[in-house]
């Protein structure tokens, strides 16, 4: 079945580090690739999105290129701040799914250090 | 313009007892989710739901488990009988359309099973 992996947490890093958060998925068919954020005590909220391959999202300096020949979508910022604190889950939508359900991976975890 | 809220936001019970959980999407959606989050895992689907049918139950445990989205009021997820591994954070989520990639998040359920 699909399948989102992520790499283990937590990710402590000072801020203006790089940041490079892996994310590979299994999936049949062409599949959207979704990275949520998830601050403390709150609910997750979409980060950035890409639908197909090639495709690169992006949104508040984090970016995403969809990689098919690798089947990921590795999340990267180039300078973190102390906001960016927070766990950030990958995810995919099977293309074939219309009922939009989302595969989530475990969630990674980052603190960022001033 | 309230997002998608959860009550209660901690829930204790006891073994055996009954845990109802409340979900009100965002105004104007009529597709809700259900997540469940258990400790050191990811976010694992259970339940989607539209207004007075559940679409797609294929993460629901066979047993104890029901859920529900009437006409009017707020989604609900049901657990009979809890057990101790049913302890876990439930997070909800809505979107205005079937397929649509954005989903809100709730703030979750925080289940504790003493």
């Known amino acids: 079945g699909n399948s989102v992996t992520q790499m283990e947490g937590p990710v402590t890093l000072s801020e203006e580090a790089f940041l490079t958060i892996n994310c590979t998925y299994t999936?049949?068919?062409?599949?959207?690739l979704f990275w949520y954020v998830q601050y403390p005590g709150e609910g997750l909220q979409l980060l950035l999105k890409?639908?197909?391959?090639?495709d690169k999202g992006s949104n508040k300096g984090f970016e995403a290129t969809y990689r098919k020949e690798t089947t990921s979508f590795h999340l990267e910022k180039g300078s973190v701040q102390v906001s960016d604190s927070a766990v950030y889950f990958c995810?995919?939508?099977?293309?074939?799914?219309?009922?939009?359900?989302?595969?989530f991976g475990q969630g990674t975890e980052l603190s960022v250090k001033p | 313009n309230a997002g998608v809220m959860q009550n209660p936001r901690h829930l204790v019970r006891r073994r055996g007892q009954e845990a109802r959980l409340r979900c009100s999407p965002v105004?104007?959606?009529?597709?809700v989710y259900w997540y469940r989050q258990l400790p050191e895992e990811g976010l694992k689907f259970m339940v989607y739901?539209?207004?007075?049918?559940?679409?797609?139950e294929s993460g629901m445990p066979k047993e104890r488990f029901s859920a529900e989205f009437p006409k009017e009021g707020p989604s609900i997820l049901r657990i009979q009988q809890v057990v101790r591994g049913d302890s876990a954070a439930y997070f909800c989520?809505?979107?205005?359309?079937?397929?649509?990639?954005?989903?809100?998040f709730g703030s979750g359920t925080q289940l504790s099973v003493l």
């Open positions: 989520a809505s979107s205005p359309l079937m397929g649509n990639e954005k989903l809100f």
């Open positions: 999936a049949t068919g062409y599949p959207s």
């Open positions: 890409a639908t197909k391959a090639d």
């Open positions: 995810a995919l939508r099977d293309g074939d799914n219309q009922g939009g359900k989302l595969i």
């Open positions: 105004k104007g959606h009529s597709h």
């Open positions: 739901l539209q207004k007075e049918n559940i679409i797609d």
